[in-house]
């Protein structure tokens, strides 16, 4: 199946900014979506929305860090669609801090959301995908997984993580499967900053309201890559600011 048009797309953090975006992007296109996130009130805003301008979405409180978050988001797919074409796994969490602070509860949860989230993602999605013989994975990076800069060292060391997992993950799909790996830059969202040590958190928040590209524009760049013709792999993009160096 080519296009945007019908596929069912699952995807991770979709309750605000990349995942939200992304979600209005394909709905307008006619993609049929299982949303998932953990905040209940800001899911149902999203799918709401999208409902109201006669779309179609099923939202789903989830957590990526655990297994059965990722298998409920499926099975929704599967019971709701009976299919599913593409998950983008887009959650994540930006709670950058220099190491001298000894954030540990906020390492472990950028491993646990963006290492663990993305496997329990292929754990649940890949024996689908092999089943219909066709599938895609979209996993959302970052620029920080090309270039680390302090105080990113966990969040970056996290993301480049997901580029080599996808890389991998790749390598092994053969030719009836896709893998796309999409590393937004500093994007306008509310997650910028979110949980930052309060100095960073200020000099993230400033850097984004000036020069933060919308994410619309990294939507695009996904759907973009969902669109391609069958057989034909959008691997990698980087969407950036011009403005960021
Ligand atoms: P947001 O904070 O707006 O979005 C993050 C999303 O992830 C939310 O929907 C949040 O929902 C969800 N999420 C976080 N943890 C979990 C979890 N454990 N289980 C399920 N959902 C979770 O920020 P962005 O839109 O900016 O971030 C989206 C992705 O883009 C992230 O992976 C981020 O690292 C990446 N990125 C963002 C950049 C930027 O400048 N904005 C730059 C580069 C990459 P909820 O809290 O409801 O669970």
Do not use: C
């Amino acid at each position: 199946m080519s296009g945007i048009e019908g596929k069912v797309v699952a995807i991770t953090g979709a309750s605000s900014g990349i995942g939200a975006a992304t979600a209005a992007y394909l709905a307008e296109r006619g993609a049929r979506l299982v949303l998932g996130a953990r905040r209940e009130d800001r899911l149902k805003e999203v799918v709401d929305g999208i409902l109201a301008r006669g779309g179609t979405a099923a939202g789903v409180v989830m957590d990526v860090t655990r297994r059965d978050g990722l298998t409920l988001l499926t099975d929704t797919a599967l019971d709701r669609f009976g299919r599913l074409d593409v998950l983008v796994s887009n959650a994540g969490t930006m709670a950058v801090s220099p190491f001298d602070e000894l954030r540990q509860d906020d390492w472990d949860a950028m491993v646990a959301t963006h290492i663990t989230g993305l496997l329990n993602g292929v754990g649940a999605a890949l024996p689908v995908f092999r089943r219909q013989g066709s599938g895609h994975f979209v996993n959302v990076a970052s620029t920080a997984a090309y270039v680390v800069k302090t105080p990113q060292g966990v969040y970056a060391a996290t993301k480049t993580a997901v580029k080599v997992l996808t890389e991998g993950l790749r390598q092994e799909s053969g030719p009836d499967l896709r893998v796309t790996l999409v590393s937004p830059g500093l994007t306008d969202t509310e997650g910028v900053g979110k949980g930052a040590s309060p100095e960073t958190a200020e000099a993230m928040t400033r850097l984004r309201d000036e020069i933060g590209a919308p994410p619309s524009a990294v939507a695009a760049a996904i759907g973009f890559a969902i669109g391609q013709p069958d057989g034909v792999d959008i691997s990698e993009v980087v969407v950036r600011p011009t403005a960021q160096a």
